[in-house]
């Protein structure tokens, strides 16, 4: 067998009792496609660079420009992204836009995928 080829049951012995487990806990359709654009989402290195500076500490966008060394029209176009997807969140203070993470959730996907890659 190729590495790349993945093991499959050498004979078919469907398992009623884990098949219906598992259909009884599936969320519906609408859910995980929203869970698959999320994860989307996550698939940016931009947006993980972002998301690691604002796991660090609410920044303006000025900040964040720099210590990303990018532009902060690029900045801006990318926290749009995370916004609609409600992993960031803002507040005006003057002139300056500050970001942040919007809640511990979103501290703890980005803790744990670490924490995985790291094993």
Known sequence: MAIHDVECCDET???????QNVVSHMPDEDELYDLAELFKVF?????????????????CVCDLAETLNMTQSAVSHQLK?????RLVNSRRDGKQVYYFLTD????TIIG???DHIEE
Not at 13 to 19: E, G, L
Not at 43 to 59: K, M, N, V
Not at 81 to 85: E, H, N, T, V
């Open 43 to 59: 698939g940016d290195s931009t947006r993980i660079r972002i998301l690691f500076a604002l796991y660090q500490d609410e920044i």
């Open 104 to 107: 511990d959730h979103v501290k």
């Open 81 to 85: 992204i995370l916004k609609q997807a």
């Open 13 to 19: 012995c469907v398992h009623s009792d884990k098949v």
């Open 112 to 114: 744990q995928g670490r």
